[in-house]
């Protein structure tokens, strides 16, 4: 029975939940393989990072696939290949695990973008873009807390701890693949019709052609744009840094502190990071403004200070400490996402497409190695060591942000008066009305 048309948002945002369910469900897996097994830590740290070349694609085909296949499809196909990439997980050997890591990282990028146009698209025109928006980024924030805690669960209490959390998110997958079966496709059919033209106008070599380019210029404006290169991209990387760091590279160092709860503890502080990066992320809309980047300045300063944390709880093997920096990089986890979608969003503000947002997404994944380079560097220096340099190249780009803070800034942007519809919401204040897109309200 098709889902009633108030509530039929609501399988799309659980398969965009379940998606990320499934790339965070490594987090506690890997303390038991930690344990259980002889792979190395290097080895445990590529198999988490692996996911990022899966993701990239995913996310740079999400959109183009989700316009040329229809939301449904593309969605629906994704979650098939996420559960397919679970149960190969449950697999005992290392081959398999990098093959599943893999999948699921394309599966998640496709879902992430297709799901939420889909969520967005079926919320329906009477629900305001920022609840839509709102939606989309709770669904996905809850499934990578869901997923690294549902995980440390199942694997510290249930027998099979390498092989029932997979399957349990495999399971997942089909019930959501069931609960999205009566939704309808949302793609626009005009976005077909505007395509045909474009193509039309290339043969007859009218103004609308772009010879050799498969993407429109306006669609990568943003990445081209001075104000990317030196105020978002020197940011990007701290994005989902912070937030491994907090859940990846920390817990293990005080795994001998919490005996028989490894698991547990891996899947604790992941969610917890993730949670509060989805409180902090609002806050980024209220420190935004139009004319700096005083939000990106903030948050950056934010995972610096979590990671000085970091590198004394790893000094002192402080469970609380670790606790503590994960409040801290989750919250600069929260806030660089944040802020740096608001600039991108200026950016483009005039563009069609979610190319350039795509592109953002891709650089910030770039986070996801650095487990993996500290721990190959690990045999050359103590982890607090490695911490306060990653601290240390934090400031080099703090200072070149800082520098570019309030140069290149997008011509002719800024801020408009609230509409009466947006003062309902806003308070009234004396300062002008910062530039807030509605995603990230």
Same mark, same amino acid.
């Given at each position: ?9 609501? @399988? ?21 393989? #930690? ?92 629900? =305001?873009?920022?609840?839509?928006? $709102? ?55 005009? $976005? ?14 009218? =103004?609308?052609?772009?010879?050799? #380019? ?14 990317? #290169? ?9 994005? /989902?840094?912070? %937030?491994?760091? %907090? ?11 919490? @005996? ?13 990071? /993730? ?6 992320? =609002? ?10 980047? $005083?939000?990106? /300045? ?12 970091? %590198? ?16 801290? /990089? ?15 969003? $200026? ?23 650095? =487990? ?37 800034? @997008? ?31």
């Amino acid at each position: 029975m098709p889902p009633s048309r108030t509530a039929r948002w609501l @399988p799309a945002a659980a398969a965009v939940a379940v998606a990320a369910w499934g790339a965070n469900q490594f987090t506690a897996l890997a303390t038991v393989y #930690r344990a259980r097994t002889d792979w190395s830590a290097l080895s445990l740290a590529a198999m988490f990072s692996v996911y990022l070349v899966g993701l990239v694609p995913g996310l740079l085909l999400g959109g183009p696939a989700a316009d040329r296949y229809g939301r449904r499809r593309t969605v629906r196909g994704a979650l098939g290949l996420s559960a397919a990439a679970s149960v190969v997980l449950a697999l005992p050997d290392e081959p398999s695990v990098y093959a599943a890591r893999l999948a699921t990282g394309f599966a998640a990028g496709l879902v992430f973008l297709a799901g939420t146009a889909w969520l967005r698209e079926l919320s329906g025109p009477a629900v =305001p873009p920022e609840r839509a928006a $709102r939606r989309a980024m709770y669904a996905t924030g809850t499934g990578f807390a869901a997923g690294a805690l549902a995980s440390g669960v199942l694997a510290e209490w249930l027998p099979g701890p390498t092989v029932l959390p997979a399957l349990a998110h495999a399971l997942g997958c089909l019930l959501v693949l069931r609960a999205t079966r009566g939704l309808p496709e949302t793609k626009p059919e005009a $976005r077909a019709g505007v395509r045909a033209g474009v193509r039309a106008g290339a043969k007859a070599g009218g =103004p609308e052609s772009t010879p050799g #380019r498969g993407t429109p210029p306006h669609r990568t404006a943003a990445v081209r744009h001075p104000r990317f #290169r030196y105020v978002v991209l020197p940011a990007s990387p701290a994005v /989902l840094g912070a %937030a491994t760091v %907090a859940y990846v590279v920390l817990p293990p160092l005080v795994a001998d502190r919490v @005996p028989g709860y490894a698991p547990l503890f891996s899947g604790l502080v992941a969610a917890l990071t /993730l949670a509060t990066g989805v409180v902090a992320q =609002p806050f980024a809309a209220r420190l935004d403004d139009a004319d700096s980047a $005083r939000a990106t /300045l903030t948050a950056m300063a934010t995972v610096i200070a979590g990671l000085l944390l970091g %590198a004394v709880a790893a000094a002192h093997d402080s469970v609380g400490l670790v606790v503590a920096a994960a409040v801290v /990089l989750g919250t600069g986890y929260g806030l660089t996402l944040g802020a740096g979608l608001h600039e991108v969003e $200026r950016l483009t503000r005039h563009a069609s497409g979610p190319t350039s947002a795509s592109l953002y997404q891709s650089t910030t994944s770039s986070g996801f190695l650095t =487990p993996l380079l500290l721990a190959g560097t690990a045999g050359h220096a103590s982890y607090p060591a490695l911490l306060a340099g990653m601290a240390a190249v934090g400031l080099l780009c703090l200072a070149v942000t800082a520098a570019h803070s309030r140069r290149h800034l @997008p011509a002719g942007e800024h801020p408009e008066p609230p509409t009466r519809e947006d003062a309902s919401v806003q308070s009234v204040a004396s300062t002008p009305p910062r530039s807030r897109p509605p995603w990230a309200e």
